[in-house]
């Protein structure tokens, strides 16, 4: 139990420190991520339309800008949605949404014990799918929002999958770690790292049963 | 002695039986996942059954940490799901630790255990869960009392990040004992140790 547990705690500790040096504040890094991550999903945003009648751009801003009484939180970015009535702009945080998430993913993978190539692998998929959830996340939240706006053009469906997504998905604060910590452990399961107490109860279970 | 999974040299028919059975576990979690959020995050009428039994949990986790809050000399006061006193606040739903709930709800259940196992490991687990969830509240008044901005921290990542890896060890540590449970095997132990 004892040999188990020892590099159990030595990989939560190396990912706690591995995820503070990451995450520590640095607009610098925070406003640079922000430039690189609106870029791509204006991309995206201009290739694939989220909703019909409805314009999404995201503009990095040249400073964190503190919260207002009507934000729940300090913004990086702005999400601009051009709506036939008007535009709308909400302040969102890339660095809670997207940069954590992030660094949560590559913080676990670089702990667990995998073969480096398959560690390699396993990033190269999924930092793009990690920051992929983040855009679709951005274009939900902005579906969801052009839907609740009078005289909608947003599809019913669509309105309705907005909301549960908004609902299940946006609103638990816990997703954005939960997510990225089952990704890595789906990554580690698919090169057959499977921990200790997990395979032996599996053996265990099918041997008595 | 217990028979071993797979015999010598078939090590990668082992090998995919337990990636499979990972998968299937990992499978089985995000499913339940799935069907908790959709049931607890639903945007209920108010008056409705479970519209009133989520807006029952969270006035009582809002007295927990007025009671908490009181046992270390604050003098607050409740009403619904507000805690009044040096650092308002109000308990919604994202600060129930419902999400966090919800994992270790899944992470037991998809679980190969006994069922008693699982029923036990979830009352607990979900108790743990929703004390330490109130320590966590308790926490975050005394840093709001300190500086707004200690508070949106805390708040907004470390302690989202600190009470998720925690119900990573609870799970943990129950697994490890729900192991324990089924029969003891240091034949089939060596053998998995081997792999």
Not at chain 1, 10 to 30: C, D, V
Not at chain 1, 149 to 159: F, I, L, N
Not at chain 2, 91 to 119: E, H, I, T, Y
Request: one cysteine or more.
């Amino acid at each position: 139990m004892r040999l188990e547990l020892k590099p159990t705690l030595l990989g939560a500790a190396l990912f706690l420190l591995l995820l503070t040096a990451a995450s520590w504040p640095w607009s610098a890094r925070e406003i640079a991520f922000s430039r690189a991550l609106s870029a791509i999903g204006n991309l995206c945003f201009e290739v694939v339309p989220v909703a019909p009648g409805t314009e999404i751009e995201l503009v990095p801003l040249l400073a964190a800008r503190e919260r207002s009484a009507t934000e729940n939180v300090d913004s990086d970015t702005q999400l601009v949605l051009r709506l036939a009535g008007g535009e709308a702009r909400l302040g969102i945080s890339l660095r809670r949404d997207a940069y954590l998430p992030l660094s949560i993913f590559v913080a676990a993978l670089l702990v667990l014990p995998l073969e480096r190539r398959r560690k390699l692998a396993s990033l190269g998929l999924g930092v793009p799918l990690v920051l992929g959830v983040a855009i679709a996340s951005v274009a939900s939240l902005a579906v969801f929002v052009s839907s609740q706006a009078p005289g909608s053009s947003v599809p019913s469906w669509q309105a309705r999958l907005a909301e549960f997504i908004f609902d299940c998905w946006l609103t638990p604060p816990g997703n954005r770690v939960i997510a990225p910590l089952l990704l890595a452990l789906g990554f580690a399961l698919g090169g057959g790292q499977v921990p200790g107490w997990f395979r032996a109860t599996r053996a265990r279970a099918a041997a008595t049963g | 002695m217990s028979p071993a999974l797979f015999p010598r040299g078939f090590a990668w028919a082992e090998r995919l039986h337990r990636i499979g059975s990972g998968y299937r576990f990992l499978g089985g979690t995000l499913l339940l996942m799935l069907v908790f959020y959709a049931a607890l995050y639903q945007p209920y009428a108010a008056d409705s059954l479970p519209g009133r039994c989520l807006v029952r949990y969270l006035e009582l986790v809002a007295h927990g940490s007025a009671l908490w809050l009181g046992w270390l000399g604050e003098v607050v006061s409740v009403e619904g799901t507000t805690v009044d006193g040096r650092f308002p606040f109000v308990v919604v739903l994202d600060c129930a630790a419902l999400d966090a709930q919800a994992l270790f709800a899944a992470a037991v259940l998809a679980f190969p255990a006994r069922l008693g196992d699982k029923l036990l490991g979830l009352a607990a687990g979900l108790l743990a869960i929703a004390g330490i969830n109130i320590a966590r509240l308790v926490l975050l008044y005394f840093a709001g009392t300190r500086s707004l901005r200690l508070f949106q921290v805390l708040h907004e990542e470390v302690l989202v990040l600190l009470i998720i890896l925690i119900v990573c060890g609870l799970f943990a540590a129950w697994a490890r004992w729900a192991r324990e449970r089924v029969a003891p095997a240091p034949a089939i132990t060596a053998n998995a140790a081997r792999a």
